[in-house]
């Protein structure tokens, strides 16, 4: 298999640890050669995080070049912007979930936010598929990365890894209440998702 | 104290190996799989493979000082229950003591590591450059987690000239398969010879992961015999002593390098290129690797394992097989004038090509800064890089935030209407360095770890017209603040001090320190603030919860015009811990605060000068709250002038 590579971004307190585990340990389940790095430089308080996942035989270094992610998965608005400029190659994959945490220069009314459309437009020129994915009764917001791995799942993202490996993933990181919630969530949204095509 | 039950542990059988997520690390049976007797494979991030890499050398005392990007290699020590680890762990009050203590338990016989970040070895310079001067019996580790990048420190040094400086070799593994079998060596090394040995991991070593193959480890009792001896010394470097302390320190070094020619760390990766030969070591190895999938033509690689001293005659070797030699090295030159110096005493005619332009010595050897080098130094090697249609706009930056709730921005909203536009406020270093962004801009310098009574107590002299207000937190009044405190008040320097105080080490992931009433290990008297300060005879202390901004603002008014060192203890709770250890809690009811729109007159003081992450501005100018981020504090709702933030609530 060629390298694929995951460039996976958000703000600190979204969760972005976990999916990166989960996915990591998933793509292991599915017996692939994995390598990945957080960089994390100040983001529990509210920075940028990003988990780089690269999948292949001949992979070395667990950073991602610029601009050679085959898949960005954001899990806040601005930041899979940034994530599509900085990382994604033409004609690659951009998922995300559409929430909206400000930063520093919109709340001080220095900047616009980033708008949806903005992305689309962005996504056409590069030829990439965007995914866009919201949940808008969801009750906590440290689960949004569940339903986005629902959404890696259904549209079968990442080649080679299956629903039986995420399963077994989470079933590796989680025990208990908060194992049954994130399943639950997880099976629920891929029924829905399968609803609506 | 070092309970050794742990020889006598049964072996664990975990046959599905469940890993605990909490807190962002692998929790609990972590904790199980580092203490498994047979071999095993896992995914774990090198951080974490140097803990099981200490277990099997049988390394008996760790020691550290929270940094990044080390704090995860207490995490995963954290992951085993104290009474079953086959060592003792703390946290010092900082990296020098550190570094004593773990000394004093290597002369005493045990195998020792200490831990910190790049800039700690600053601090624990001073003990550090004598080590290897003594005759360690037991061994020592130095583990530097170097930050090329700056990712989360203030400079990127490259600590590599502390070893030259105390003739400490180096090794540096660039995956965490390496840092595991790194260490191993190292141990190995430092035991066998008596001296410290430097394993220099950067960033993204210890935080990568991989699945790493770890060996079976056998128990073994401890040894609790102290084994200090006089006679294996000298221990006092004074007088006629030094010269042949520093003698034997050469010695040992010379017979490293002859180690280092057949140590099985470094590695040649043969393309058959006689021309071409690249010379690299830690991750940039890996960099170089991946960049090199795109050549057509790949030069030779060789990859030091040990990078200091260098292995001359493997570099003689490689050199004179060569008719050029890049050497691809991440921060300073410090391998290439070794390599250099090398070439001219052996009158080697090979081209050795070191760093080109000021630009090569700064940032971190990522893929995308190798392929730049490299381009730089044979343009004809790779193609182009292809840019992407993509067209690149300006995101918003997403500045590091204090965090909802956070006692600092209560604190800096109140002080700030405390100062006047004249005034100099000096930062240190903490969540409270934050302080330096818009909307308060409170903090105009900062240097390091408890310099700020200090700068600031300079910043005074001759200066009757402009007030000097510094900040130090909690933590770091323990680790570095104090000796700038007696300082000023040994020399009457007329500053304001304001201590903030949030009951743990909050930056580096919430460490306790001396004032939160727990050590790494077990409870401990909190070491009060107040009484510490009263104690040194500092006359005007105040002390106030920062969620009470009035007051706090009136304190700081009335020490500032005291004409003598006054300090005003601005307390609240990390709130990022507390929340997390509420949701922790049982019936845990999540609380909000919401904006009344009827009474909202658009002042804006929420969003643009409290500046609360929560408060969000819609498209027809109203402000909202983010619901993901209010914990329902409430220290928002006395900054609204038209009280239109309503009480938290039940969500």
Redesign the interface.
């Known amino acids: 298999m060629k390298a694929f590579n995951i460039y996976l971004t958000g703000v600190g307190g979204q969760g972005i640890g976990l999916l990166s585990e989960i996915l990591l340990r998933g793509a292991d389940h599915a017996g692939l050669r994995v390598k990945a790095v957080d960089t994390h430089g100040l983001a529990q308080r509210g920075g940028i995080v990003v988990s780089h996942l690269r999948f292949g035989e001949r992979v070395y270094s667990p950073l991602i070049l610029e601009q050679e992610a085959d898949l960005v998965v954001a899990l806040e608005r601005h930041e899979a912007l940034r994530g599509v400029q900085t990382a994604l190659k033409d004609g690659g994959i951009l998922i995300y979930y559409d929430t909206v945490w400000q930063p520093l220069d919109v709340r001080l009314n220095r900047k616009e936010q980033v708008s949806e459309e903005t992305i689309a437009r962005q996504c056409e020129k590069g030829g990439i598929r965007e995914i866009k994915v919201f949940k808008d009764d969801l009750q906590d917001a440290r689960m949004q990365n569940v339903i986005v791995l629902a959404h890696i799942d259904k549209h079968e993202l990442i080649p080679n890894v299956k629903q039986e490996h995420y399963l077994q993933a989470m079933n590796d990181l989680m025990q208990g209440s908060m194992l049954e919630a994130n399943i639950k969530l997880f099976e629920e949204e891929l029924k829905a998702a399968a609803f609506l095509g | 104290m070092l309970n050794n039950t742990f020889c006598q542990v049964p072996g664990i059988g975990i046959k ?6 909490q807190r ?1 690390a ?1 929790m609990k049976t972590l904790g199980e799989l580092l203490l498994k007797k047979e071999p095993f494979s896992e ?1 774990v991030m090198g951080n974490t493979a140097l803990v099981r890499a200490m277990i099997e050398s049988y390394t008996r005392v760790i020691t550290s000082y929270p940094g ?1 990007p080390t704090p995860e290699i207490a995490e995963a020590i954290r992951a085993i229950p104290q009474e079953k680890r086959p060592f003792y762990f703390e946290f010092s009050t900082n990296e020098k003591v550190a570094t004593e203590v773990a000394y004093g338990a290597a002369v005493n016989g045990h195998l020792s590591t200490v831990f910190f970040k790049s800039v700690g070895l600053n601090v624990a310079s001073d003990t550090f450059v004598q080590l290897n001067h003594m005759n360690i019996i037991g061994g020592m580790i130095v583990v530097l987690g170097d930050d090329p990048g700056a ?2 420190s203030q400079n990127e040094q490259d600590n590599r000239h502390y070893a030259c400086l105390s003739y400490t070799p180096v090794l540096e593994p660039a995956s965490p398969q390496e840092v595991y079998a790194f260490y191993k060596e190292a141990a190995k090394l430092s035991r066998e010879k008596g001296m410290p040995i430097i394993l220099r991991l950067t960033t ?1 070593v210890c ?5 790493v193959e770890f060996e079976g480890w056998v128990p073994r009792a401890l040894d609790k015999t102290p084994r200090f001896d006089a006679q294996n010394g000298p221990y006092i470097p004074m007088a006629a002593d030094v010269f042949p302390m520093k003698r034997r320190a050469l010695r040992r070094l010379d017979e490293v390098k002859d180690y280092a020619n057949r140590s099985p760390l470094n590695q040649v990766v043969d393309h058959g290129n006689k021309n071409r030969g690249i010379i690299t070591m830690g ?1 940039p ?3 170089l ?3 090199l ?1 795109r050549a057509d033509v790949k030069p030779d690689v060789l990859k030091l394992g040990v990078v200091y001293p260098i292995p001359g005659n493997l570099i003689k070797e490689f050199l004179e097989t060569h008719a050029e030699v890049k050497v691809l090295e991440e921060l300073d030159n410090v391998v290439e004038k070794e390599i250099k110096l090398l070439a001219y005493d052996r009158q080697l005619a090979s081209k050795i090509i070191g760093k080109i332009d000021t630009e090569d010595w700064i940032g971190e050897y ?3 800064k190798v ?1 730049e080098v490299l381009k730089k130094t044979w343009p004809d090697m790779l193609p182009d890089r ?18 909802p709730g956070c006692g600092h921005r209560s604190a800096f909203h109140a002080i700030k209407k405390a100062l006047k536009n004249t005034d100099i406020t000096v930062a240190d270093i903490g ?1 409270h360095t ?1 302080g330096y ?3 308060y801009q409170v903090g105009e310098l900062m240097m390091c770890m408890g310099a700020s009574t200090a700068i600031g107590s300079g910043m005074s002299l001759f200066n009757d017209t402009r007030r000097v207000v510094v900040f130090l937190g909690d933590a770091t009044f323990f680790h570095a603040g104090l000796p700038g405190i007696i300082n000023a008040l040994f020399n009457k320097h007329r500053i304001t001090l304001i201590l903030m105080e949030n009951g743990t080490t909050a ?1 580096t ?1 919430h460490q306790d320190h001396a004032a939160s009433g727990r050590n790494f290990n077990e409870a401990a008297d909190k070491i009060p603030l107040r009484q510490t300060l009263e104690g040194l005879g500092i006359k005007h202390v105040w002390e106030i919860d920062t969620y009470q901004q009035s007051q706090l603002a009136a304190m700081v008014k009335e020490a500032m015009e005291i004409d003598e060192f006054s300090v005003v203890i601005a307390r609240h709770p990390c709130m ?1 811990k507390f929340t997390r250890e509420q949701r922790r809690k049982p019936g845990h009811q999540a609380r909000r605060v919401d904006i009344d729109q009827e009474k909202c007159q658009r002042i ?1 003081e929420c ?2 000068r409290f ?1 609360c ?1 929560t ?3 819609t498209d027809n100018g109203s402000i909202v709250i ?4 209010c914990i329902g504090d409430g220290s928002c709702l006395q900054t609204c002038p038209s009280e239109a933030i309503t009480k938290p609530e039940a969500v």
Not at chain 2, 386 to 402: G, L, T, Y
Not at chain 2, 626 to 629: F, G, S
């Open positions: 599905t190996a469940k890993l605990i997520w962002g692998i995914i990044s990712n989360s993204h935080h990568a992961k991989e699945k991750l190895f890996l960099s690797m991946d960049v999938e990522t893929p995308d392929y292809k840019v992407h249609s993509v067209a690149i706009s300006d995101v918003p930056a997403r500045p590091a935030q204090m965090c969540c934050l962004l818009p909307p930056m992931g990022l804006y969003i643009e500046g992450p408060f969000t501005r983010n619901p993901d981020l």
